[in-house]
C-alpha cells in the first residue's frame, strides 16, 4: 500500500495573484483606450491631453476597484498610489527628454574630425565637417584640472575639521559650506572679476575662469568628503591612537588611506559639478577658437563656452555643432559619474 | 646595600600626563582648522569685493537700487556717461517670480516622486530610479537652458495658452498682447525641472528617516499606506520638505544660463507670468556685462552681491528650518 504523497506546494502570498495581475492589466488598458477615446471625441488636444487622461482614468479606475474590493479607505489609498506614481513619471520623463534630444541631435554633428580639430579656421556657416572641438575639449581639461589642485586640499581639509576635529565651529562651517554650495555661479564670476582681474591680472585668461570654478567645487568635494569620512568607523582611529600614534599620523596613515576610493568620488563629482558650468566661464575666460596651452595668458575655449557661441551664432550648422558639443559634454558627464556610482558600490561591499 | 632609591637618576621621573597635544598635532590641527575656515574667509571675502566695487552705485542710489526699477546708461555723442539711474526692482520682481514658480510646481512633484520611491517601488527599481534623480542633479544648467527652449517651449506655450483660456480671468494669468513664448512661466517650468532632483533627494532622506517602529504600529492598527504616508510620514517629514524647497527656491533664485536662454529679458515689471516679458538679477548680468563701460559694471557688481545676500539669507532660513525640526522631539 503505497502511502499518497501530498507535497504542498510553495505559494507567495504577498505576491500579487494571476487575477489581481488580470486586473491591474485590464485597469491600465482601460486607461489607454480611454485617453484615445477621449481625445478623439472630445475638444481635448495633445500629449498633455493623452497623459492627463490616462493618469485620471488610472486613478478613477483604482479607486472604484479599491472600494469594490474592500471599502472606502482602501479605495483611497489605491488612488493616491497612482498620484505618486504620477509625480515619479513627472520625474523622469524630462531626464528622458533630455537625454534622448541630446542624442538624437548630437549625433548629427559628429564627424571623423571632431575630436582632432579646433574652430580657428571654420566660420559658423562651413559644413559641419569642418572645424572642431579640440581647442574646448584642452580648454576643458585644463580649467578643470587648475581648478582641481586648487579645490581638493581645501575640500579634504574642511571635510578633515568637521569629521576629525569636531571644534566649536563644526556647526557654523558646516552651514557656510552648505551657503557656499547655495553661491549663484555668476557672483562667483563676478568676484574673481572684482577680486583677480581688475586688480591683478587686468586680463582674461583660463586661470581666473578657473579660480571661479574654484569656489563651485569646494562645496561639493568638502560635502562628499565629509560623509565618506563619517563612515570611516570610529574603531580605525581609536586603534591608531591606541598605537601610539598622533592625531596627524592616524589621519593619514589609518583614516585617509581607508577612506581614498570615497575621497576620489567626491573629486569625480566635484569635477563633474563644475565641468558644464557656463556662466563664470563666459565672463572670465575670453573663449578663444584656437588650441590655448597655456592657462595664464590669452582667451581659452572651453566646452560650455563652445556650446553657447554656437548656438548663439544661430546658423542650422552652428546649431548642430552646439548640440554635438552638448552631446559630448553629456557624455563626460555621464562617464564620471559611472565612475563615482563605479567606486562607490566598490567602497560598499 | 644599593637600594633603588640610592640610584638616582634611573628611576624615570612618572610621565606628566596632560592632553596638550604635541607640536606635530599643534600643526596638523592648525593646517586644517585654516582649511576649515577658508569657506568663511571665501564668503566673506565674496560679500567684500563686491561691496567694495558696488559701493559708489549703492552710496548714490541707496534704497532705490532695489525699489526703483530703472536701468539707464546715457552716454552723449562722445561716449561720456552724461547722467544714470540704477533700480533692480524690476528684475528682483522677476527673480523671485521665476523661483516661486519653480518651487510651486517641483515641490509636488518632488513629494510624490520621493513617496513613491520611499513607500511604493520595488527595491531594484528604487536603484534605478534613484541612480536617475542623481544623474539629473549632474546636469549642467546649459544643457537645461537648450533642452527648455528647442523642445519644451512648444509644448509649455500650449499649455500657458490652456491656463490663459481657463483661468484668465486671475489677473497674474492675464496675457495682453497676446506673447506666450520665452515667459517666465516657461522659465519657471525649466527651473522647476532643474531643482526637482534637489528637492526630491532631500525629502527621500527625510522619508527614509521616519522611525520604523511608527510606522509599524500605524499598519498595525490597521492603516492602509496612504493613511501611513499621511499621519506619519508627511507630519515628520515636513520640515525637511520645506527646508528642500528653499535649496531648491536658492537654487532657482541664482540661476544664470537657463534663464538667459528661455527668458525673454526685458527691464520692466511684469506680474503676468504667462506673458513673454521678464528676467532675473543673474540674467540681467550677463546681459548687460559684454557692452558694459567700467561705471555699469560697477552697478552689475553691486547686483551681484544684492543676489548673492539673497542666496545666503534663503539658504541660512532652509538651515534654521532643517536643524530646527531637526532637534526637536516630534
Not at chain 1, 89 to 103: E, H, K, N, R, W
Not at chain 1, 271 to 298: C, F, H, K, M, S
Request: with cysteine.
Amino acid at each position: 500500500m503505497s502511502e499518497s504523497k501530498v507535497s504542498v506546494k510553495p505559494s507567495r502570498p504577498w505576491r500579487p495573484s494571476p487575477k489581481e495581475r488580470a486586473i491591474n492589466f485590464a485597469l491600465i488598458l482601460g486607461s489607454v483606450l480611454a485617453s484615445y477615446l477621449l481625445v478623439a471625441v472630445t475638444e481635448l488636444k495633445g500629449k498633455l491631453a493623452y497623459f492627463a487622461v490616462f493618469f485620471v482614468a488610472l486613478a478613477v479606475l483604482n479607486l472604484v476597484r479599491g472600494v469594490l474590493t474592500r471599502d472606502w479607505m482602501n479605495g483611497r489609498d489605491q488612488f493616491f498610489s497612482i498620484v505618486m506614481l504620477l509625480g515619479m513619471t513627472m520625474v523622469i520623463l524630462p531626464t528622458a527628454s533630455i537625454l534622448y534630444t541630446v542624442f538624437d541631435r548630437g549625433r548629427k554633428g559628429l564627424h571623423a574630425g571632431l575630436l582632432t580639430n579646433d574652430m580657428s579656421l571654420a566660420t559658423p556657416s562651413d559644413p559641419i565637417t569642418s572645424g572642431g572641438l579640440l581647442h574646448a575639449i584642452i580648454g576643458t581639461f585644463l580649467l578643470v584640472s587648475v581648478a582641481l589642485v586648487v579645490s581638493l586640499p581645501i575640500g579634504v581639509l574642511t571635510a578633515l575639521y568637521l569629521t576629525e576635529i569636531k571644534g566649536r565651529l563644526t556647526r557654523p562651517i558646516r552651514f557656510l559650506v552648505q551657503a557656499m554650495s547655495g553661491v549663484p555661479s555668476i557672483v562667483a564670476g563676478l568676484f574673481i572679476l572684482s577680486a583677480v582681474v581688475y586688480t591683478v591680472t587686468k586680463s582674461y585668461s583660463g586661470l581666473v575662469g578657473s579660480l571661479a570654478l574654484t569656489i563651485l567645487m569646494i562645496p561639493t568635494i568638502a560635502r562628499t568628503a565629509e560623509e565618506v569620512l563619517n563612515l570611516i568607523p570610529n574603531d580605525l582611529r581609536e586603534a591608531g591612537v591606541a598605537l601610539g600614534g598622533t592625531q596627524w599620523r592616524t589621519v593619514a596613515m589609518v583614516v585617509v588611506p581607508a577612506a581614498k576610493s570615497g575621497l576620489i568620488t567626491a573629486l569625480i563629482l566635484g569635477v563633474a559639478r563644475i565641468v558644464g558650468e557656463t556662466a563664470p566661464i563666459l565672463l572670465l575666460t575670453g573663449g578663444g577658437d584656437a588650441v590655448n596651452l597655456n592657462p595664464t595668458q590669452g582667451a581659452m575655449g572651453s566646452l560650455p563656452f563652445y556650446i553657447w557661441k554656437s548656438f548663439l551664432l544661430g546658423t542650422e550648422e552652428s546649431i548642430t555643432r552646439g548640440w554635438a558639443g552638448l552631446l559630448v559634454l553629456l557624455v563626460l558627464v555621464l562617464s564620471l559619474f559611472l565612475l563615482a556610482r563605479f567606486l562607490g558600490s566598490r567602497r560598499t561591499k | 646595600m644599593t637600594t633603588l632609591e640610592s640610584q638616582a637618576g634611573r628611576i624615570p621621573s612618572p610621565r606628566e600626563i596632560t592632553t596638550e597635544p604635541r607640536f606635530s598635532d599643534k600643526v596638523f590641527r592648525g593646517v586644517v582648522t585654516a582649511g576649515g575656515l577658508s569657506s568663511l574667509v571665501i564668503l566673506g571675502l565674496i560679500a567684500i569685493f563686491l561691496g567694495y566695487q558696488g559701493f559708489e552705485i549703492l552710496a548714490k542710489e541707496g534704497i532705490s537700487f532695489i525699489t526703483t526699477s530703472e536701468w539707464v546708461v546715457e552716454v552723449d555723442s562722445f561716449g561720456a556717461i552724461t547722467n544714470t539711474t540704477f533700480g533692480l526692482a524690476a528684475m528682483l520682481v522677476g527673480t523671485i517670480l521665476c523661483a516661486i514658480i519653480a518651487v510651486v510646481i517641483a515641490v509636488p512633484i518632488s513629494v510624490s516622486a520621493a513617496i513613491f520611491l520611499s513607500f511604493y517601488a520595488p527595491n531594484s527599481l528604487k536603484k534605478v530610479l534613484v541612480s536617475v534623480i542623481d544623474l539629473m542633479a549632474a546636469f549642467p544648467s546649459i544643457l537645461f537652458g537648450f533642452w527648455g527652449l528647442f523642445v519644451l517651449m512648444p509644448s509649455a506655450e500650449y499649455w500657458a495658452k490652456l491656463i490663459n483660456k481657463y483661468l484668465g480671468f486671475i489677473p497674474i494669468f492675464e496675457v495682453e498682447p497676446r506673447i506666450f513664448t520665452r515667459s517666465p512661466f516657461i522659465a519657471g517650468v525649466v527651473l522647476a525641472i532643474m531643482i526637482i532632483p534637489i528637492v526630491t533627494s532631500i525629502s527621500r532622506e527625510v522619508f527614509s528617516q521616519t522611525p520604523l517602529d511608527r510606522i509599524q504600529a500605524a499598519y498595525a492598527l490597521g492603516a492602509t499606506r496612504w493613511n501611513v504616508i499621511r499621519t506619519v510620514a508627511l507630519p515628520y517629514a515636513r520640515g525637511g520638505i520645506v527646508g528642500g524647497s528653499m535649496l531648491g527656491l536658492g537654487r532657482a533664485m541664482g540661476e544664470t544660463v537657463a534663464v538667459y536662454t528661455v527668458l525673454n529679458i526685458v527691464y520692466q515689471i511684469n506680474w503676468n507670468v504667462l506673458f513673454g516679458a521678464g528676467g532675473n538679477v543673474a540674467s540681467l548680468i550677463l546681459l548687460k556685462f559684454g557692452e558694459a563701460q567700467p561705471y555699469e559694471i560697477k552697478a552689475l557688481m553691486a547686483a551681484g552681491l544684492v543676489l548673492f545676500m539673497l542666496t545666503l539669507l534663503v539658504n541660512f532660513l532652509a538651515d534654521q528650518v532643517i536643524t530646527r525640526s531637526g532637534t526637536k522631539g516630534r
